[in-house]
């Protein structure tokens, strides 16, 4: 099956700071989506982003589906942007996800 | 729309006893998921159903697994004769039929505690 990997595994900001976290996974697919976790376990859509390059406020994304790698920026980090960020990936038949092992962000004040 | 909903959020069962969860999906998507979390790891993959079919087991889903999803609408996953490497959350996720966005969407999820 796909592998997906995630790095860093933890990441511990200052208020204000900018980052990116990258996946990259082993085979083509036609799905990638970023996923937030928040405290009580639900995972936030953050981007369906298969290939290309998307924003949306703070954050934006981009795939090189070519490359086998996503990147997810994140600027002027908030305390609010802490927990696991998780990318996931499908494949055509019946486009179940794998998921990386996650990046755990810590924001401090 | 109200999204995924997941029912109970929480379960702390007995070892040995039989659990139910239910996942209500998204109401136009006809393809279904679950998966299974642990603590520290990423979602793992168990079941997908495309309508009221079944189309895909995970090996992680013993025969102590079934899951259902007698209508096309919502699903059951029960498990038998828990045991204490049970205790996980369980999510939901829906999509709809592949055409030019394959994107899914997830539940609260039901944590399991088997003690």
């Known amino acids: 099956g796909i592998q997906v990997e995630q790095s860093p595994p933890d990441l511990i900001l200052q208020e204000g700071a900018n980052s990116t976290l990258r996946c990259n996974f082993s085979d083509s697919v036609n799905n990638l989506q970023w996923f937030h976790q928040n405290p009580w376990g639900q995972l936030i859509n953050l981007f369906y982003?298969?290939?290309g390059t998307k924003q949306n406020g703070r954050l934006s994304a981009t795939t090189v589906a070519t490359e086998r790698y996503s990147l997810l920026y994140i600027s002027s980090s908030q305390t609010t942007d802490s927990g696991v960020y998780f990318c996931a990936v499908g494949k055509a038949a019946g486009n179940k996800l794998t998921f990386g092992g996650g990046t755990r962000v810590l924001v401090k004040p | 729309d109200t999204g995924v909903s997941q029912n109970p959020r929480h379960k702390i069962t007995k070892r040995g006893q039989n659990v139910t969860f239910r996942c209500d999906p998204i109401?136009?998507?006809?393809?279904l998921y679950w998966y299974r979390q642990t603590l520290g790891q990423g979602p793992e993959f168990l079941t997908y159903f495309q309508n009221e079919a079944q189309l895909e087991k995970s090996r992680l889903l013993s025969d102590r697994f079934s899951a259902e999803r007698p209508k096309g609408s919502f699903s059951t996953l029960e498990i038998q004769r828990t045991e204490q490497g049970d205790s996980a959350m369980y999510l939901c996720a829906s999509s709809s039929r592949p055409v030019m966005n394959t994107e899914a969407f997830f539940g609260q999820g039901t944590r399991l505690t088997v003690v």
């Open positions: 109401s136009e998507h006809n393809r």
């Open positions: 982003i298969p290939s």
